[in-house]
């Protein structure tokens, strides 16, 4: 029985998700491409993947993310899928997680994610350990405001002098929201002296610096999952 438990941790990946659907007072949740992009990419790479969420239950999905060119064919996958609906509507509850029981932690992003993930210390905790077992931490677009409470072994801010980047300021302008998030994230990684490395709007961008992977935006899924699973094969 232990053998096939611990044959599953290392094949098996944890997609965190916010539970969060409002963000002063606008209405928010998950990004659904930055949950079914990384979905179906790691199941077709050989991996298990478990959702959850901050709460646990059902995942609240942005209703932007339902509509136009953002619901992108691997969305429109994983709502005919029932195994993925099941899933999103049943999410682990993140303060049931333990990293030794996964081969690697991607966190999917949304503006939902400004709210729950922002200073979570279980989610803070899970980063940590998994990063110090070695084993890989990739975050898409608002998924990186988990990394600013962040710490590395000695202290300083898992960001100082890592090549990094994530949901940018303009972006965050383009979409009206800057004024609404807690904290804008590029300016905070700065602060926290991540070497940003920014493209332009709406550009697929994924950033690997050791067992860290950071993606720009919605657009990056595939980039930020693509460069998550170099990381795992290695």
Known sequence: MGGKQSKRRERTIAIVCTSADSMDGHATGAWLEEIATPYYALLDAGFAVDVVSVKGGKVPIDSASESGDFFTADCQKFYDDEDAKKALANAKALKGVKSGHYAGIYLAGGHGTCVDFLNNATLTRVIEETLAADKPV???????????ACKKPNGDSILKGTNATCFTDAEETAV???????????????KL????????????????????VTGQNPASSKACVDAF?????K
């Not at 800057?178 to 300016?187: F, I, Y």
């Not at 002296?193 to 860290?212: E, I, M, R, S, Y």
């Not at 699973?229 to 094969?233: M, V």
């Open 138 to 148: 990739a975050a898409d677009c608002h998924g990186p405001v988990a990394l600013l």
């Open 176 to 190: 009206g929201l800057a004024e609404k998030v807690p904290v804008l994230l590029e300016t905070e990684f700065k």
């Open 193 to 212: 002296g991540a070497q940003f490395n920014g493209a332009a709007d709406w550009t697929p961008n994924a950033v690997t610096d050791g067992k860290l």
């Open 229 to 233: 699973l170099a990381l795992l094969k």
